[in-house]
């Protein structure tokens, strides 16, 4: 029997649909990526947005209506709102909670499906420890070359805009020996890139003091697991502006491998929008911040998130965000239009920023990002930078790769470059991406291969 699984939203929801898979692959079934020939269909759902929810109900009606015509057993996992759980259970066949993952073979068997699986779900048992068994379980990773790598789940902040308190319960720190095995085991793989993966990440361990190390210890042992290695870059994503710590910075400072790319999530620039969505810091901490984080890593991109159209939202408190945006000149934002979200605390509150004014404020922030990412980027020609090349445009024709910064750059050579690390000169800017050609000794090999 085959299986295919889609995973909606963030790459916590990525990592998570790679241990399902795993597990569906340990029990005898065949992944696909065709869902017309799949017996068994998931979901990994996403609860941050109303769009992946009404997606999640879109799919399930098409599924079940193809239940007339062929034996099908569908689930859901991944964040599921409360309100959203009976729903979910009148429409699919299952629904389990990612910590519940080592339930799933047994769920299968009991569900009546006469495939492999029979033979391998007591292998799974030891996997139900909702403290962290989803952890053991060794992914199917998607890539190659990258790969995410949880060191928590949960949250304990309680931003009023956010229903993953509610989806994924409080915060709890894998443990650390868990994640550096899981690292080495990747780096003894030949993995490129590598990303660890929180709500807050820089608050791993503090839900364990004095039993756990802190996310700067973390991220020293990880660094110490690439000497006399290969080149490699790590990740992190995302930190909150409450916990980020000098020493988490000057770790950065410190270590080659781990990579000169900062995610600060902004959400506003406005004092008082701050205090309304619970993000228990001000703009003074926030200024302080990119502060440190331009001196003690001066060569560090800046990504941020930034949510138009809160309730409450003035022109004014927009005008601040707008000019925090100017201020911090970030490379990237990831600006998203208010909703609510059920559980969440403001969704008690009036929605009331008019849809057409947050896509208006939308469009205004979307033109200073593009400003600021431009003039990086134009400053950029001319510099020879190392890049990791991860595939191919659709056309066919450039190779497609992103800097260490994570800055999409594109240029011609041979396909059998994807997964690897090359050096190119920037040749050609635009506002959010880049253009180079390969140099030096490796163009003249790369020419070589291309000619033969």
Same mark, same amino acid.
């Given at each position: 029997?085959?299986?295919?699984? !889609?995973?909606?939203?963030?790459?916590?929801?990525?990592?998570?649909?790679?241990?399902?898979?795993?597990?569906?692959?340990?029990?005898?079934?065949?992944?696909?990526?065709?869902?017309?020939?799949?017996?068994?269909?998931?979901?990994?759902?996403?609860?941050?947005?109303?769009?992946? !929810?009404?997606?999640?109900?879109?799919?399930?009606?098409?599924?079940?209506?193809?239940?007339?015509?062929?034996?099908?057993?569908?689930?859901?996992?991944?964040?599921?709102?409360?309100?959203?759980?009976?729903?979910?259970?009148?429409? %699919?066949?299952?629904? %389990?909670?990612?910590?519940?993952?080592?339930?799933?073979?047994?769920?299968?068997?009991?569900?009546?499906?006469?495939?492999?699986?029979?033979?391998?779900?007591?292998?799974?048992?030891?996997?139900?420890?909702?403290?962290?068994?989803?952890?053991?379980?060794?992914?199917?990773?998607?890539?190659?070359?990258?790969?995410?790598?949880?060191?928590?789940?949960?949250?304990?902040?309680?931003?009023?805009?956010?229903?993953?308190?509610?989806?994924?319960?409080?915060?709890?720190?894998? /443990?650390?020996?868990?994640?550096?095995?899981?690292?080495?085991?990747?780096?003894?793989?030949?993995?490129?890139?590598?990303?660890?993966?929180?709500?807050?990440?820089?608050?791993?361990?503090?839900?364990?003091?004095?039993?756990?190390?802190?996310?700067?210890?973390?991220?020293?042992?990880?660094?110490?697991?690439?000497?006399?290695?290969? @080149?490699?870059?790590?990740?992190?994503?995302?930190?909150? @502006?409450?916990?980020?710590?000098?020493?988490?910075?000057?770790?950065?400072?410190?270590?080659?491998?781990?990579?000169?790319?900062?995610?600060?999530?902004?959400?506003?620039?406005?004092?008082?929008?701050?205090?309304?969505?619970?993000?228990?810091?001000?703009?003074?901490?926030?200024?302080?911040?990119?502060?440190? !984080?331009?001196?003690?890593? /001066?060569?560090?991109?800046?990504?941020?998130?930034? !949510?138009?159209?809160?309730?409450?939202?003035?022109?004014?408190?927009?005008?601040?965000?707008?000019?925090?945006?100017?201020?911090?000149?970030?490379?990237?934002?990831?600006?998203?239009?208010?909703?609510?979200?059920?559980?969440?605390?403001?969704?008690?509150?009036?929605?009331?920023?008019?849809?057409?004014?947050?896509?208006?404020?939308?469009?205004?922030?979307?033109?200073?990002?593009?400003?600021?990412?431009?003039?990086?980027?134009?400053?950029?020609?001319?510099?020879?930078?190392?890049?990791?090349?991860?595939?191919?445009?659709?056309?066919?024709?450039?190779?497609?790769?992103?800097?260490?910064?994570?800055?999409?750059?594109?240029?011609?050579?041979?396909?059998?470059?994807?997964?690897?690390?090359?050096?190119?000169?920037?040749?050609?800017?635009?506002?959010?991406?880049?253009?180079?050609?390969?140099?030096?000794?490796?163009?003249?090999?790369?020419?070589?291969?291309?000619?033969?």
């Amino acid at each position: 029997m085959k299986f295919h699984i !889609i995973h909606l939203g963030c790459q916590m929801n990525q990592s998570d649909a790679e241990r399902i898979i795993a597990v569906l692959e340990g029990m005898g079934f065949e992944r696909t990526e065709d869902e017309a020939e799949a017996n068994i269909l998931g979901i990994v759902s996403c609860s941050v947005r109303q769009k992946s !929810i009404d997606r999640v109900y879109t799919k399930i009606e098409e599924w079940n209506a193809r239940k007339d015509r062929s034996n099908l057993v569908t689930f859901v996992s991944g964040c599921i709102l409360p309100a959203d759980e009976p729903k979910f259970l009148k429409r %699919f066949d299952l629904l %389990f909670r990612i910590h519940e993952i080592g339930k799933l073979p047994d769920m299968i068997r009991q569900y009546g499906v006469v495939t492999p699986a029979s033979l391998y779900a007591d292998s799974f048992q030891h996997l139900a420890d909702p403290l962290g068994g989803f952890w053991k379980v060794r992914p199917s990773y998607s890539s190659g070359f990258e790969a995410y790598v949880p060191i928590q789940n949960g949250c304990d902040k309680f931003c009023t805009f956010c229903a993953v308190p509610y989806t994924r319960g409080r915060e709890i720190s894998r /443990p650390s020996d868990d994640i550096l095995q899981e690292v080495e085991g990747l780096l003894n793989r030949g993995m490129k890139s590598i990303t660890l993966l929180g709500q807050n990440v820089n608050s791993y361990g503090l839900d364990r003091q004095g039993k756990e190390m802190s996310f700067a210890r973390l991220l020293r042992s990880v660094a110490e697991l690439g000497r006399g290695r290969p @080149p490699f870059w790590v990740y992190f994503t995302s930190p909150h @502006p409450r916990d980020m710590s000098l020493e988490v910075l000057q770790t950065i400072a410190e270590y080659s491998v781990l990579a000169k790319q900062i995610h600060l999530p902004l959400q506003s620039g406005d004092d008082k929008v701050l205090i309304r969505m619970n993000r228990n810091h001000g703009m003074e901490r926030y200024r302080q911040l990119v502060g440190q !984080i331009r001196s003690i890593l /001066p060569t560090s991109t800046l990504f941020t998130d930034i !949510i138009v159209g809160f309730t409450g939202e003035t022109r004014e408190q927009f005008e601040n965000t707008k000019r925090a945006m100017e201020e911090f000149r970030y490379n990237m934002a990831y600006i998203a239009l208010y909703s609510p979200r059920p559980g969440a605390a403001s969704s008690r509150w009036p929605d009331d920023v008019p849809q057409a004014e947050k896509k208006s404020r939308l469009a205004e922030l979307t033109e200073v990002l593009r400003k600021t990412s431009g003039d990086y980027n134009r400053e950029q020609i001319g510099r020879v930078t190392t890049v990791l090349v991860d595939g191919i445009d659709r056309k066919g024709e450039y190779l497609t790769a992103r800097t260490e910064g994570r800055i999409p750059i594109r240029f011609l050579g041979p396909k059998d470059l994807v997964g690897s690390f090359a050096k190119v000169r920037i040749v050609k800017a635009a506002d959010l991406s880049l253009e180079g050609e390969l140099v030096g000794e490796e163009t003249k090999a790369v020419l070589g291969k291309m000619a033969g």
